[in-house]
């Protein structure tokens, strides 16, 4: 029903950015609570960030927090994450996702997302 295709991953040198897209299909996108994670080569999936259905607050991982800018257009079913000031670390594929509700709690639990993208590569050198 829903789905959700990530863009704007590459290859950057550190201390660069990347802005990455989330499209999402479905007339419902405005009412969704949108998250992306991230999970590097070897580790676990973890939260990145989340945005407010209404786009009026959001939450980062601290690992980001000051370096990451998510956002939303509900107008293009879309969701960013302008990634600055990159570091070798941010290296990961990161995953757009959508939890088909307005909740504002337990955001860095994957257990509350209903859809998955299938990612986009960032790959950030020394």
């Known amino acids: 029903q829903v789905r959700l295709v990530e863009s704007g991953g590459g290859l950057v040198q550190a201390g660069g950015s990347l802005r990455l897209s989330c499209a999402a299909s479905?007339?419902?996108?405005?009412?969704?609570?949108m998250g992306w994670f991230r999970q590097a080569p070897g580790k676990e999936r973890e939260f990145v960030a989340a945005?407010?259905?209404?786009?009026?607050?959001?939450v980062y991982a601290d690992s980001v927090k000051g370096r990451f800018t998510i956002s939303r257009d509900n107008t293009k079913n879309t969701v960013y994450l302008q990634n600055n000031s990159l570091k070798p670390e941010d290296t990961a594929v990161y995953y757009c996702?959508?939890?088909?509700?307005?909740?504002?709690?337990?955001?860095?639990?994957?257990?509350?997302?209903?859809?998955w993208g299938q990612g986009t590569q960032v790959t950030v050198s020394s």
């Open positions: 996702a959508a939890r088909n509700d307005a909740g504002w709690y337990a955001l860095n639990l994957q257990m509350y997302y209903d859809y």
């Open positions: 479905g007339r419902a996108f405005s009412s969704y609570t």
């Open positions: 945005i407010r259905w209404s786009g009026d607050s959001t």
